[in-house]
């Protein structure tokens, strides 16, 4: 009798493979369910709604909000805007914060509010937006990994990110910019459809927060390959109106996963959003430039 409590037979079973592969095939299964940066790699795949959230991980400190004072920015988008980057990192303008649920905390990896319990780029981007413009960074991490550009559009991810937002704004805040980063869950979402789906998107918090930039960078790579469609959906709406380019992600190609990004590609990616954002005209209105 094995440990289930079922009879088993001493002789070799013809049905031991079937069972080893139903067993390999439920493992797979858990796994996906558990971690859902692991799915979303095709348009039909979304994951659970981000409810409940709470701060990630033991390193953050509240403090005071500076939201008068702090330049405000809110990510959106799917993991490599999240905490999935191989690598840690803490901020070092002591402040520089990270805003969630009506609180402030150290602008430590992983960052509250964001999904995924590794690093990301956004400590290491604050000092160097510091060091260039004198100002401290708060930022809103909205970001959930594997979600498609439909979660944002019809499942409720922009929901959470713009109920974040609102926090801020209820407190006398202001959103600064809008950093959008995804585009790997959608390899198999057509040019117009993906166009589609992002304006309904960028509508939303372009209403809510209509004098901040929304940068769009151009990400779809993984394992290797990148959705030209979705690229080009990228480059045009970052060429509208009230949009700025953002960084070219998909020529980093340090994914420690193929897809999440290893200490050096984080780096270049912590590089690629600042160079996005001094070269950007729009804030010559915030004083910036």
Not at 137 to 155: K, M, Q
Not at 177 to 187: K, Y
Not at 225 to 236: G, M
Not at 251 to 275: N, P, S
Request: aromatic fraction near 10%; charged fraction near 20%.
């Amino acid at each position: 009798m094995n440990r289930e409590g079922i009879q088993v037979s001493k002789t070799k079973s013809p049905a031991a493979p079937r069972r080893g592969m139903n067993r390999l095939a439920l493992t797979f299964a858990l796994l996906t369910a558990l971690y859902p940066s692991t799915r979303g790699f095709s348009d039909s795949a979304h994951p659970p709604s981000p409810t409940n959230r709470r701060p990630a991980g033991s390193f953050q400190t509240p403090r005071p909000c500076r939201l008068d004072s702090n330049s405000v920015i809110l990510v959106i988008g799917q993991s490599n805007g999240a905490n999935f980057a191989y690598s840690y990192s803490k901020a070092q303008d002591p402040d520089a914060a990270a805003f969630y649920n009506g609180r402030c905390y150290a602008l430590s990896d992983p960052l509250p509010g964001g999904d995924g319990g590794r690093g990301s780029q956004w400590p290491a981007f604050a000092d160097l937006f510091r060091a260039k413009f004198g100002r401290s960074v708060t930022l809103i991490s909205a970001g959930w990994g594997g979600t498609s550009v439909r979660d944002w559009s019809e499942n409720g991810f922009d929901a959470y990110a713009l109920s974040q937002a609102k926090l801020v704004l209820d407190a006398k805040g202001k959103i600064d910019a809008i950093f959008w980063q995804q585009g790997e869950s959608d390899p198999n979402t057509d040019a117009e459809t993906y166009a589609a789906r992002l304006q309904v998107v960028l509508d939303r918090f372009h209403a809510l927060a209509p004098n901040a930039p929304i940068f769009i960078a151009q990400a779809t790579l993984q394992n290797g390959r990148t959705h030209e469609a979705v690229r080009e959906v990228q480059r045009r709406f970052a060429a509208k109106p009230g949009m700025a380019p953002g960084p070219d992600a998909d020529k980093i190609t340090d994914r420690y996963d193929g897809l999440h990004f290893g200490a050096q590609g984080t780096r270049e990616l912590t590089q690629a959003w600042f160079d996005a954002v001094v070269a950007c005209t729009c804030l010559k209105a915030k004083g910036l430039q």
